[in-house]
Structures are given as C-alpha cells and as structure tokens.
C-alpha cells in the first residue's frame, strides 16, 4: 500500500476540547441564572400584588383605645389636703334623697366645694383644680348624679355686673370639669352675683370669702359647713 492510500483510510484527527466544554459550560451558567431568577423572585416582597390586599384595622378599645396619662402627670393636692391617685372614689350607693356620704365626709377631698377667685377674676387657681378633679370623677363613676355650680361675687360693683361676673365664675368651673370628661346635663352653672354673701361686712377678708363658686349636689341648698 503506498503512501498516500494510508493517509487517506487513516482516522481523522480528534476534535479539540475546547469548544465542547465551552458549551457544557455556557448551559451550566444559564442554568444558574434561572435559579437565581427564582430565588429573587420568591424572597422579594410582590408590592405590586400586595397593592390591593386590604389592611385590617384595629377598633378603638382595650388594645386600640389611646394611653391614659398616668397618676404622676396628674395635678398635685394643695399642702394639707389629701393627695388624688388614679383608683376610683369609694362611694356608697346612692339611694333615692340621699347622698353618698363621703360627700360630707371632713377627711375626703370631696367635701371641699368651693372655688376661691382673684379680685375681679374668673380665673380658676391651679391650688382649686385637684378639688374639681375629684368631683369631676365622682361625677363619672356616678352618671345619676348632677351638680349645680353657683357663682359668688363681693358686694362691690354693680348688681348687673356681680351676675355677669358670677356667671363667668360658675361657667369657669364648669369648663374644667368638661375638660375632664364631665358630661353638660350632669352639671348646671348659675349665678347667684352678690346675693349670697358667705362672710358679712366690708373688709378684705370677707370680700375675699364671697369670691367664690360652690358646688351643690342635687338635694342639697348650700354646700357643707365651713367649706
């Protein structure tokens, strides 16, 4: 056999690698593209999807209701009276005619019943306030009951101006206990001006006893004795 004729029933050559791993790789990393793809897509949030899913909303109530400020941020009791904490009044039931009797109780905040005004002022003092707030929670825990709030004024001045400024006085009051959550048919202001005087006589001291307001409960025509 001659040369040529051996060249020509040889076996070819084999193919480079090369091409083929390159290949084998190319699908490799497409393959991993596609799971990267998939991964993304289940861990990311669908914001787009989740654009029309209602939010549930919470009612108002034990778990929704707003924080009540608590007993520190309260107002402090004047010196010598008793100081006011967040637990409820201790009543005792309240019977047809007849008051709770804590309302004349000397060791109770609640039987103190009038607030003491500045010459010419309807201005309630900031020493008055823990006094109306116990009155102002007596009043929640007991929705049967209702106060009138009489406004006083000395003797100087005018009878017209004395009623306006009583007035002012006694809706003062009331204003305060309104803020505190008091409802407006559990309480009546009225002013009785210069005509019910506390104190008899034309000294400093006994104008300054008339400028007042007094709270009454239902039943009763003045408030309790020495208050």
Not at 16 to 44: E, F, K, M, T
Not at 115 to 125: C, G, H, I, L
Not at 172 to 201: C, F, H, W, Y
Not at 202 to 220: H, K, P, V
Request: charged share 25%; hydrophobic share 35%.
């Amino acid at each position: 056999m001659t040369e040529l004729s051996m060249q020509s029933t040889a076996e070819p050559p084999a193919r480079p690698a090369a091409p083929r791993r390159s290949r084998v790789l190319h699908r490799a990393a497409w393959i991993g593209a596609l799971c990267v793809a998939a991964l993304a897509g289940c861990s990311s949030t669908p914001d787009a999807e989740q654009s029309g899913v209602q939010v549930e909303s919470r009612p108002i109530g034990e778990q929704g209701a707003v924080k009540k400020p608590v007993a520190d941020a309260l107002p402090k009791a004047p010196v010598g009276q008793p100081p006011i904490s967040g637990a409820p009044i201790a009543t005792d039931p309240v019977s047809a005619g007849k008051l709770p009797a804590v309302l004349t109780d000397p060791k109770s905040l609640l039987s103190r019943r009038s607030v003491y005004f500045e010459y010419d002022s309807n201005v309630v003092r900031d020493e008055f306030r823990p006094m109306i707030q116990a009155h102002a929670r007596f009043l929640l825990d007991n929705p049967k009951l209702r106060i009138t709030i009489q406004g006083n004024t000395d003797e100087r001045g005018s009878r017209e101006y004395n009623l306006a400024l009583g007035q002012r006085r006694a809706d003062a009051v009331r204003q305060v206990m309104s803020v505190l959550g008091v409802g407006e048919r559990q309480m009546e202001p009225v002013s009785l001006g210069e005509e019910r005087p506390r104190a008899t006589g034309s000294t400093e001291a006994a104008f300054a006893e008339n400028r007042r307001a007094d709270i009454l409960y239902d039943g009763e025509d003045k408030p309790p004795v020495g208050k």
